[in-house]
Structure formats: C-alpha cells, structure tokens
C-alpha cells in the first residue's frame, strides 16, 4: 500500500451534511401517553361515539337487561326455569349495544355483520315461548341504548316491566284446571255405585280409560279422565271416594296440557 495516499485518505475532511443544506434527522421518541392518545383519536375518527359515550351506553343496557332478567325470574312459572337463561338476557342486551355502536350509521357495516352472523346457528329449543318476548326485550333494550336512545331505553323497558308483572298478577289468559286422571285401585267383589254415584257429584264428565286386573283377580286398577266442577274441590273428591268400601290407593293426576314445565 503506498504510504502517500493513505495520509491523503487519513487528512481528507469528513462529510457535513450540513454543508449541503440537510438538518439532522433524529430517531422518534416513543411515549406510551401519545401512542394512546393517537389510538383514542383513529378510533373515534372512526366511530361517530366517544369513550365516555361508550361506556354510558354499555352500563345502561346492562342495568337495564338486568331488570329485565329479574322480571323474568319473578314472574316465571312452572318447571323450565333456567339460570343460564337469566344469564342470557343480560348479555344478549349488552352484545346487541356493543353490535349497533359498530354499525353506526354506515351500511356495509351492517351488510358486513349480518353475514358473519349468518354462520353461527342455534339449535336451543325455548321450553316457554314466553321465553322468546325476553329476548326481545332485552334485544329492544340493546338496541336502544346501543342507539343512544336513552328515553326510548328507560320508558320502554319500564313500559315491558309493567306489562310482564300485570300479565303474572291477573294470571291473564289462564284457564280453570279441571282435567284429572283418577285412578284406584277396587276390589271386584264390592259394589261400584258408590263411587260412581261421587264421581258424578263433584264432576261434570267421567270416562273410563283403563281397567286393568291385579294377578290375583280380586281386584282391579281403574283409571277415569275427569273434569271437575267449579264449585268442586279435588281433595274433597279424593277423600269421598277413598271412603267408599272396596276402593283403596287413590291417586288424582292432573293432565298433561294442564302441567307447566
């Protein structure tokens, strides 16, 4: 290597970007409160609700949905009662809101989750079609406050409440109960007058159903479908004919369409 142009390289002057008019670029600081601050600022350019809206609008559809799932416990009947349906009502409510804050005002967005919705299918058979108007209900409530709809959300949900406990409280739409099965047990040997002679006091039609024979043929299982009268009382029915000689087990079943479960 030659000496002379190695102290030439060593005394050349080094590059000033500077002299050619650049400025000195420096590496971004990064800040956890301005990354956030951009993240808030994309999203609601994005959507028409800010965060305090949000939060306002998740916590009354789930208050209210709450509400509407204590309804529905209070006034249930019969058997087919579900706590996870309970549990179901406030979150269908709270999910619905979430869902009408996305679509906005902006149609693909609806368009776009109609069909990713379109793939989940539900094959939960509802016991009560009852069951369906609370889903309804809660759906109604997500709705409107997902919406921001805040009065339509408090009066109609008030308004469904009032109408859930006055249908429990006038028992609306009930019928009278009169379809029984009676079935005894009666010995062969004894007269069967008597207890028909009750069946036609306290009830309005009899009809046997079933005669069957014990292994011993002395005495027989009767079955009768009746229909009580309205001034009748079942216990009293089944205290006259348990009375009458040669009948013993009486058993009163009330029918099957008359059964809540």
Avoid at 75 to 84: A, E, F, I, P, R
Avoid at 115 to 135: E, N
Avoid at 251 to 260: C, E, F, R
């Amino acid at each position: 290597m030659n000496p002379t142009s190695t102290a030439q390289a060593a005394s050349a002057p080094a590059f000033n970007p500077a002299a050619f008019g650049a400025q000195p670029v420096s590496p971004p600081a990064f800040s956890s409160s301005s990354f956030l601050e951009d993240l808030f600022k994309s999203t609601s350019s994005a959507s028409s609700y800010s965060l305090p809206e949000i939060l306002t609008n998740l916590v009354l559809a789930c208050v209210l949905c709450v509400m509407v799932s204590m309804v529905y416990s209070k006034t249930h009947k019969g058997l087919s009662y579900s706590q996870s349906f309970a549990h179901t009502i406030v979150f269908v409510g709270v999910i619905v809101a979430v869902v009408m804050m996305i679509i906005g005002g902006s149609l693909a967005r609806a368009f776009a989750l109609v069909g990713a919705l379109s793939i989940i299918r539900f094959r939960t058979v509802v016991k009560d079609t009852k069951d369906t108007a609370f889903i309804f209900a809660s759906l109604a409530a997500g709705m409107a406050a997902g919406t921001s709809n805040y009065l339509v959300a408090l009066v109609g949900t008030g308004f469904i409440m009032l109408v859930a406990f006055g249908l429990y409280w006038t028992n609306f739409g009930a019928t009278y109960k009169s379809e029984f099965l009676l079935r005894f047990v009666f010995r062969g040997d004894a007269d069967s007058e008597p207890y028909i002679k009750q069946m036609e006091e306290y009830a309005s039609r009899h009809n046997l159903l079933n005669m069957e024979a014990s292994g011993d043929g002395e005495t027989m299982l009767l079955t009768y479908d009746i229909s009580l009268k309205r001034n009748k009382n079942a216990n009293q029915l089944v205290t006259e004919i348990s009375a009458v000689a040669g009948v013993s087990e009486v058993a009163l079943i009330a029918a099957k369409a008359d059964v809540d479960y």
